[in-house]
């Protein structure tokens, strides 16, 4: 049987639908296997939260399987690290926070925060409670700082890392009152929390996903939230300019980065998927209930805001003198 020739202009027609559908056709395989989210926290931080509620989404809309792999310590370094050599094809992405930018102002890390990178899109914003032991003496801001001016050094304050931004927090709050504390870092929110629940440190800033279900339950007491407004899941819980500390508006994000070569069709597709994960009804109930806000960004608009963000926290570091260990 003959075969018919193929013409000099077939070839170079099915040249140009190949050239002209490969762009597309990478996007729609994109993506076709399970995609990793490095956790650089414990589980139980707020980070972890936040990052299975959106993996959960993920694999609903994406319809692959997403795997949280926490890889906690060294203020986010390990994990940052991990993410750093990962593969830049769209299957190892961070949910990470502002952390990742403070570690590299305190500490020689093994890599630039910002420009090796890709900034995909943010995930929350959300307000500091200031919470204590239930047992500490004190109900209010006022008899907090009363408390605290009292006891010079005696009470104990937890972080989740040196340099992270609820140790800021409080060492911003001791810069405005004059009261002094000894600080008791962790490698984590998570053990953080456990800690005080156990009376071995008296207070602690943190985002409210990992804090409001023990103040709901009376496990811990929270003093004044740094927000502007009172929290919708701490309704009872004044702010901190409601408590007499003015201009005291300190808030936490969480983000997810990739690799720096990342392609950018892929960037683009994450970030447009978890962007409509967050204007989800469920989705804003769950980040509500534990006093987060949805807060989505541009790809570009997170890469503005890791690089203001290092210049901020760098501020507040070199004023209160912060430095690693």
Do not use: C
Not at 135 to 162: D, H
Not at 187 to 210: E, R
């Amino acid at each position: 049987m003959m075969k018919t020739p193929v013409t000099a202009l077939q070839l170079l027609t099915l040249g140009l639908l190949i050239t002209l559908a490969g762009p597309g056709a990478a996007q729609q395989a994109y993506p076709s296997k399970p995609i990793r989210i490095i956790i650089p926290f414990p589980p139980g931080a707020s980070n972890d939260i936040l990052g299975r509620i959106v993996g959960k989404k993920l694999t609903d809309t994406l319809g692959v399987l997403t795997i949280m792999d926490n890889r906690a310590g060294a203020s986010t370094i390990i994990g940052s690290t991990i993410l750093l050599k990962s593969p830049p094809d769209g299957y190892t992405i961070m949910a990470t926070s502002s952390t990742h930018i403070i570690t590299p102002l305190l500490m020689p890390t093994p890599y630039d925060a910002v420009n090796d990178f890709a900034a995909v899109t943010t995930i929350d914003s959300s307000d500091y409670v200031l919470v204590v032991h239930p047992a500490l003496p004190a109900n209010t801001l006022k008899e907090f700082i009363a408390l605290a001016k009292a006891k010079p050094g005696q009470l104990n304050y937890a972080s989740s890392a040196k340099g992270s931004g609820n140790h800021l927090s409080a060492e911003m709050l001791a810069m405005r009152t004059g009261i002094k504390m000894q600080h008791v870092p962790y490698k984590g929110g998570g053990p953080a929390v456990i800690d005080l629940m156990a009376g071995q440190v008296q207070m602690f800033f943190n985002s409210p996903s990992s804090i409001v279900p023990y103040v709901q339950g009376g496990k811990l007491k929270a003093i004044a939230v740094t927000g502007e407004r009172r929290m919708r899941a701490l309704p009872n819980v004044p702010t901190f300019a409601e408590s007499g500390l003015t201009d005291f508006h300190v808030k936490s994000w969480h983000g997810i980065l990739a690799p720096l070569a990342t392609p950018k069709s892929i960037i683009d597709k994450l970030a447009i998927e978890i962007t409509k994960i967050l204007a989800m009804p469920d989705t804003i109930e769950s980040l509500s209930s534990l006093g987060m806000m949805p807060f989505s960004t541009t790809p570009e608009q997170f890469a503005a805001l890791l690089r203001a963000d290092t210049i901020r926290f760098g501020e507040v570091i070199r004023a209160a003198n912060i430095k690693a260990d």
